[in-house]
């Protein structure tokens, strides 16, 4: 609480530790001047009243008859803690109307502003002939990806047929080969084997009967019974029957050792043969039923992406008439501030872009900000009295609904050391005549302070992180150190330093500075004055955008400016 005094009495009493500005006039009036001015009053009614309505001083140093200061007698009083602010009115619950077209687009149409629309109801138009012709085109792409999709499964189906007759081909070949081979090792080679042997045992028993025939037709030669002829043709016989043996014998071993083995390896040969052959054959029919199963994927992938492409489209299509998703009251979206932008129609708009907005009058909200200084006073579900501009004779009630966690930054650029939170109010009751966008004025009540020890707001002066009272001496005005507590607009609560019946001073001369300890002043402790001085002035935190042009008498004598500067020296000496 004692920061947020701290910054309303430093800009009351701010010729007391601020040296004035040297080289530039303001065109408001100084506190000083305000307090030569309150002077001036308080000696009139003093003037006016003499001495039975209060009392004054008037041989206080630096002080004269001439000019009295007013005292003010310390009582308790009761008296409301209040945070002042402006806002502007808003429904709790806004409905934004956004552009949801790619890219950028035209209005076509736009519903008025101010139009109390139902759900469904048309809100704006926007151009389409661009959508149009993208949709034309890819209906023809559509059309074309459907037919070399139908082509590629019509080729996938043939080349699956035939690869199955290829693979059964070569399975019937494989077959007839384990058969040949079958055949060879159970029957043909045991056949010639046989035939092999017969024809040995024919040719042994040729050759005995040729010996005994010889043996006979040599004993009848012997005995002149055969002729010498017939004797050589029986010795002939036999040897030609001996020949016959060993060629039998030989044709067995060749059998055997060469001709057998040579057909069962080219046997063997053929089954493996076919059984690579099948494993080709079943290995490039998968292969090019890959090639065209992918193909036929691919096919598939660009008809499903057209059709993507169409159904956005489409979708795109109709996202160019945008219908009232709720009712409510038509308002434009002009932008911030500092980012203004009109609607309208033939306005060009891009994605994401609020056109509309559609505010629900049943919750109304004020918006304010409210200075760091002031926030520690806020809470949740604090009262609040509002009144708006636009009705003067009607006073709202309500609440403080949120309280933003951090200062908001956007003014920044403008002032860097003014931080403000967002601080929403929300009212109790509604009304037809209120509007989204019209000024509000509220008041929060932080507490209501029963018969406590206050000051006003002038009698109090600040110095280095302490506050004082000045009260009356016989010589000299006394600085007494006082414990602050809460404060409204006009008093301040006394928690320490001062009882019932004292007087203080109300102001005080120029050079009641000195009258002051000499503290050393804290960190910070300037740069925090003068945000909350800032905070304090009725304009704090905006800037002229205009400068000023210079007076003509801006150059003064340098007596003048010694005259002005021997207040702040001395000042600025106290302070030290």
Same mark, same amino acid.
Request: net charge positive; with cysteine.
């Given at each position: 609480?004692?920061?947020?005094?701290?910054?309303?009495?430093?800009?009351?009493?701010?010729?007391?530790?601020?040296?004035?500005?040297?080289?530039?006039?303001?065109?408001?009036?100084?506190?000083?001047?305000?307090?030569?001015?309150?002077?001036?009053?308080?000696?009139?009614?003093?003037?006016?009243?003499?001495?039975?309505?209060?009392?004054?001083?008037?041989?206080?140093?630096?002080?004269?008859?001439?000019?009295?200061?007013?005292?003010?007698?310390?009582?308790?009083?009761?008296?409301?803690?209040?945070?002042?602010?402006?806002?502007?009115?808003?429904?709790?619950?806004?409905?934004?109307?956004?552009?949801?077209?790619?890219?950028?687009?035209?209005?076509?149409?736009?519903?008025?502003?101010?139009?109390?629309?139902?759900?469904?109801?048309?809100?704006?138009?926007?151009?389409?002939?661009?959508?149009?012709?993208?949709?034309?085109?890819?209906?023809?792409?559509?059309?074309?990806?459907?037919?070399?999709?139908?082509?590629?499964?019509?080729?996938?189906?043939?080349?699956?047929?035939?690869?199955?007759?290829?693979?059964?081909?070569?399975?019937?070949?494989?077959?007839?080969?384990?058969?040949?081979?079958?055949?060879?090792?159970?029957?043909?080679?045991?056949?010639?084997?046989?035939?092999?042997?017969?024809?040995?045992?024919?040719?042994?028993?040729?050759?005995?009967?040729?010996?005994?025939?010889?043996?006979?037709?040599?004993?009848?030669?012997?005995?002149?019974?055969?002729?010498?002829?017939?004797?050589?043709?029986?010795?002939?016989?036999?040897?030609?029957?001996?020949?016959?043996?060993?060629?039998?014998?030989?044709?067995?071993?060749?059998?055997?050792?060469?001709?057998?083995?040579?057909?069962?390896?080219?046997?063997?040969?053929?089954?493996?043969?076919?059984?690579?052959?099948?494993?080709?054959?079943?290995?490039?029919?998968?292969?090019?039923?890959?090639?065209?199963?992918?193909?036929?994927?691919?096919?598939?992938?660009?008809?499903?992406?057209?059709?993507?492409?169409?159904?956005?489209?489409?979708?795109?299509?109709?996202?160019?008439?945008?219908?009232?998703?709720?009712?409510?009251?038509?308002?434009?979206?002009?932008?911030?501030?500092?980012?203004?932008?009109?609607?309208?129609?033939?306005?060009?708009?891009?994605?994401?872009?609020?056109?509309?907005?559609?505010?629900?009058?049943?919750?109304?909200?004020?918006?304010?900000?409210?200075?760091?200084?002031?926030?520690?006073?806020?809470?949740?579900?604090?009262?609040?009295?509002?009144?708006?501009?636009?009705?003067?004779?009607?006073?709202?009630?309500?609440?403080?609904?949120?309280?933003?966690?951090?200062?908001?930054?956007?003014?920044?650029?403008?002032?860097?050391?003014?931080?403000?939170?967002?601080?929403?109010?929300?009212?109790?009751?509604?009304?037809?005549?209120?509007?989204?966008?019209?000024?509000?004025?509220?008041?929060?009540?932080?507490?209501?302070?029963?018969?406590?020890?206050?000051?006003?707001?002038?009698?109090?002066?600040?110095?280095?992180?302490?506050?004082?009272?000045?009260?009356?001496?016989?010589?000299?005005?006394?600085?007494?150190?006082?414990?602050?507590?809460?404060?409204?607009?006009?008093?301040?609560?006394?928690?320490?330093?001062?009882?019932?019946?004292?007087?203080?001073?109300?102001?005080?001369?120029?050079?009641?500075?000195?009258?002051?300890?000499?503290?050393?002043?804290?960190?910070?402790?300037? %740069?925090?004055?003068?945000?909350?001085? &800032? *905070? #304090? $002035?009725?304009?704090? /935190?905006?800037? !002229?955008? @205009?400068?000023?042009?210079? %007076?003509?008498?801006?150059?003064?004598? &340098? *007596? #003048? $400016?010694?005259?002005? /500067?021997?207040? !702040?020296? @001395?000042?600025?000496?106290?302070?030290?």
């Amino acid at each position: 609480m004692s920061s947020v005094l701290d910054s309303s009495t430093t800009v009351a009493n701010t010729s007391l530790d601020t040296p004035p500005p040297r080289s530039r006039k303001r065109p408001r009036f100084r506190p000083l001047y305000a307090v030569i001015v309150v002077t001036m009053m308080a000696a009139a009614l003093w003037m006016a009243l003499g001495s039975g309505g209060g009392s004054s001083l008037g041989g206080l140093v630096g002080l004269n008859a001439t000019n009295p200061i007013e005292v003010y007698t310390v009582s308790a009083r009761s008296f409301p803690v209040l945070v002042r602010a402006k806002g502007e009115l808003k429904a709790k619950k806004t409905t934004e109307i956004k552009c949801l077209v790619e890219g950028r687009t035209t209005i076509l149409w736009l519903i008025p502003e101010g139009t109390q629309v139902k759900k469904g109801d048309l809100l704006v138009r926007l151009a389409s002939d661009k959508i149009e012709e993208r949709l034309r085109q890819e209906e023809a792409k559509e059309a074309s990806a459907i037919a070399a999709l139908e082509a590629a499964e019509k080729d996938l189906e043939i080349l699956i047929d035939k690869n199955k007759s290829d693979i059964q081909k070569a399975d019937v070949k494989l077959a007839l080969a384990k058969l040949d081979r079958e055949k060879y090792i159970k029957g043909e080679a045991e056949k010639a084997l046989m035939e092999a042997t017969l024809d040995v045992d024919r040719a042994e028993q040729l050759l005995e009967r040729a010996k005994l025939d010889f043996k006979a037709t040599d004993e009848l030669f012997k005995k002149h019974w055969r002729t010498k002829s017939q004797w050589l043709q029986a010795q002939f016989d036999m040897h030609e029957a001996e020949r016959g043996v060993e060629k039998a014998k030989l044709s067995k071993h060749i059998l055997i050792t060469y001709t057998q083995p040579r057909d069962l390896k080219q046997k063997d040969s053929d089954v493996q043969q076919a059984e690579e052959e099948l494993a080709r054959v079943k290995k490039s029919a998968k292969a090019k039923e890959s090639q065209k199963q992918a193909d036929v994927e691919a096919k598939r992938a660009n008809l499903i992406n057209t059709q993507t492409n169409l159904k956005k489209l489409r979708d795109q299509l109709e996202l160019c008439e945008i219908h009232a998703p709720t009712p409510g009251l038509v308002v434009y979206d002009t932008g911030s501030r500092w980012d203004r932008r009109q609607i309208g129609e033939g306005t060009e708009v891009y994605e994401q872009q609020t056109i509309v907005q559609l505010p629900d009058p049943s919750v109304m909200i004020v918006t304010t900000r409210i200075h760091e200084a002031k926030t520690s006073q806020l809470s949740l579900g604090q009262r609040t009295r509002i009144t708006v501009d636009g009705l003067p004779d009607r006073t709202f009630t309500g609440k403080v609904s949120k309280i933003a966690p951090l200062a908001d930054s956007r003014n920044a650029w403008l002032n860097p050391d003014l931080k403000e939170y967002d601080t929403e109010i929300t009212l109790d009751h509604t009304d037809a005549n209120l509007k989204p966008g019209m000024t509000a004025r509220v008041l929060i009540v932080v507490t209501d302070l029963k018969e406590v020890l206050a000051v006003p707001l002038q009698a109090v002066i600040s110095k280095a992180g302490h506050h004082f009272v000045f009260v009356p001496n016989s010589s000299e005005p006394k600085a007494v150190e006082v414990t602050l507590g809460s404060s409204s607009t006009e008093y301040v609560e006394i928690v320490k330093g001062v009882t019932p019946g004292m007087g203080v001073l109300l102001s005080l001369p120029d050079n009641a500075s000195r009258f002051l300890p000499d503290l050393p002043a804290p960190p910070g402790e300037a %740069s925090f004055f003068k945000t909350a001085a &800032k *905070a #304090a $002035r009725p304009n704090s /935190g905006k800037r !002229s955008m @205009r400068r000023k042009p210079p %007076s003509k008498n801006a150059k003064t004598s &340098k *007596a #003048a $400016r010694s005259h002005r /500067g021997g207040h !702040s020296g @001395r000042t600025r000496k106290a302070n030290r």
